[in-house]
Nanobody
Framework: QVQLVESGGGLVQAGGSLRLTCAAS????????MGWYRQAPGKQRELVAT???????NYIDSVKERFTISRNNAGGPVYLQMNSLKPEDTAVYYC??????????WGQGTQVTVSS
């Protein structure tokens, strides 16, 4: 089992920045990929960014050049630095861990609200 805890959400004006943190515990050595997803009201949850154990990253087009996913070491906290935030980035952001057995684990979510 893997447990995930997110932090760092909040209210920010358009153009501002936030950094989300996801701390993993438990069988972290089984994690292959970690990522951030978001779900806005009335919409489906969507992938925002991922980072593999080897450090490869991937982003959806709408956040490229604005968001950066990173971590200091395998198994350490995963960060999502969000710059130039837009009202359409408003959502609950969830941390995800995908392990080598194809199991997915989720955090409880953290609210990000961007005011115009």
């Amino acid at each position: 089992q893997v447990q995930l805890v997110e932090s760092g959400g909040g209210l920010v004006q358009a153009g501002g920045s936030l950094r989300l943190t996801c701390a993993a515990s438990g069988r972290i050595f089984t994690i292959n990929t970690m990522g951030w997803y978001r779900q806005a009201p009335g919409k489906q949850r969507e992938l925002v960014a991922t980072i593999t154990r080897g450090g490869s990253t991937n982003y959806i087009d709408s956040v490229k050049e604005r968001f950066t996913i990173s971590r200091n070491n395998a198994g350490g906290p995963v960060y999502l630095q969000m710059n130039s935030l837009k009202p359409e980035d408003t959502a609950v952001y969830y941390c995800n861990a995908h392990d080598y057995y194809s199991a997915d684990y989720w955090g409880q979510g953290t609210q990000v609200t961007v005011s115009s």
